[in-house]
């Protein structure tokens, strides 16, 4: 039997080549779910995760575009399944998905025109990462289907020869598809994974470096420089709402300890302020993604053990410590941004323990202090500093916490935005 839709009186089947994909249900999304359940009139049964709803159900919209515009298999987190054959109830149809061998062997990349016989390959399904990668770059992904990929297959016609062992068809560990794929125009040799920015085993190149992504695909759209006004302000209130429920968040954190011991005698620092380098050459406040589950402030705790070893038995951020968070709808990102206050002591005693971080070397390169003060010309000091490449909107977060926590006035901060160097 073949995957087909449980929408009652549609009887689209997962068949290669009809252009036709799959949805779970989204069991993980309470009030998306009780959307779906309504939508398709099924909200007095019971939700399985093998009710599934093919694409013909949604609108162009309810997909996720690549940054050229091209259509992605990827539902939006908003999408629900709106369109329907006739008005009468949709029932729940038995699972279908039962004999998960009867998929004809074939290469289930949409765009394939190989003639069978080719050799072909399983979906590194025990992989999440590689396998994201894999389904992104066939155009396959579906985002609550996972298990689809057990049963599918990719043929030898998508791998570049640099994922095969010498004079064999045997792929090696973490090969990519990388040629003759509509969903992916990048490099052909870009065809192998870097296994893992934390493993002590050697990491697989590309044959002509580093080009490749690697696990860091799935966030790479994340790390690009935002367009001016991308990231705006969430009012504290609607922190916790439904719209950004579907979002991916991420939350970092200032660290400071007042500071007016002069330096050279002559400039007052007035606070000692933490920021890092990070492995992508921009500087940023210690912190990072918060993993499914987790809340924003034992994520934020988290970030820090990992980046700049902190010991969070002494200096834990908590929620009252929260100063400002920001969204951007482009990224579907939301950056919480708290404050952690030491005294001088500590902070040197913080300093000094980052360069034993567990990322220290890798992910972080560097804690670094931030210049508050500006030299006689007018532009030294905290002007250049502020016009070095951050990461995010931690630019924004850096101002808004010198002015919330009234390290500098507001207009001290306005003077050193308006400095230009033409005026030295
Ligand atoms: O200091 C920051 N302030 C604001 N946003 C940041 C900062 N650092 C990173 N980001 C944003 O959050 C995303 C994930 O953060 P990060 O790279 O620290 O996560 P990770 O450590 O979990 O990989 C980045 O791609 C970037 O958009």
């Not at 008005?87 to 765009?111: D, G, I, M, R, W």
Request: aromatic residues 10%; contains cysteine.
């Amino acid at each position: 039997m073949v995957l087909s839709c449980s929408v009652q009186k549609c009887e689209n089947k997962l068949i290669k080549g009809n252009g036709i994909i799959f949805h779970r249900l989204p069991l993980h999304d309470k009030e998306l779910l009780k959307k779906w359940l309504k939508a398709l009139k099924i909200d007095n049964c019971t939700p399985t995760k093998h009710y599934n709803v093919c694409s013909e159900h949604f609108i162009e919209d309810d997909y996720k575009r690549s940054p050229t515009g091209v259509k992605l298999a990827d539902l939006l987190c908003s999408a629900v399944p709106s369109i329907f054959s006739d008005s009468s109830n949709a029932k729940q149809k038995p699972c279908s998905l039962t004999n998960k061998e009867c998929y004809e062997p074939v290469c289930f990349v949409p765009s394939c025109k190989t003639p069978k016989g080719l050799p072909l390959y399983n979906f590194p399904f025990g992989d999440k990462r590689l396998l994201d990668i894999w389904a992104e770059r066939t155009g396959l992904s579906t985002m609550y289907d996972t298990e689809l990929y057990l049963t599918i297959t990719i043929c030898k016609n998508h791998f570049h020869e640099n994922c095969f062992h010498d004079n064999s068809i045997q792929l090696k560990p973490y090969a990519i598809p990388s040629v003759n794929l509509i969903d992916y125009s990048g490099p052909p040799d870009s065809c192998c994974l870097i296994k893992s920015l934390h493993s002590d085993e050697n990491s697989v190149m590309t044959s002509t470096g580093d080009r490749t992504w690697g696990w860091l695909g799935s966030t790479e759209e994340f790390g690009r420089p935002p367009e001016p006004n991308e990231f705006i302000v969430i009012p504290k209130s609607e922190i916790h709402c439904e719209k950004y429920a579907g979002s991916n968040h991420a939350a970092h954190c200032f660290i400071y300890a007042e500071n007016n011991e002069r330096v050279f005698d002559i400039y007052n620092p007035r606070a000692s302020i933490l920021m890092q380098l990070r492995y992508d050459g921009y500087f940023g406040f210690p912190g990072g993604l918060i993993d499914a589950g987790e809340d924003f402030v034992s994520a934020v705790n988290r970030e820090m053990v990992e980046e700049i070893n902190l010991n969070t038995t002494i200096h834990s951020v908590n929620h009252d410590d929260h100063i400002i968070s920001h969204w951007s709808e482009k990224k579907n990102l939301v950056l919480h941004f708290y404050k952690l206050k030491v005294n001088m002591t500590d902070l040197i005693e913080i300093e000094r323990q980052a360069s034993l971080a567990r990322d220290y070397g890798t992910e972080v390169l560097g804690t670094i202090r931030v210049p508050l003060y500006t030299l006689g010309d007018h532009y030294r000091g905290f002007p250049v500093f502020l016009n070095h490449n951050f990461i995010g909107c931690s630019r924004d977060q850096l101002i808004a916490a010198l002015t919330s926590l009234n390290i500098l006035t507001p207009e001290e901060i306005q003077l050193a935005l308006n400095a230009n160097s033409r005026n030295i």
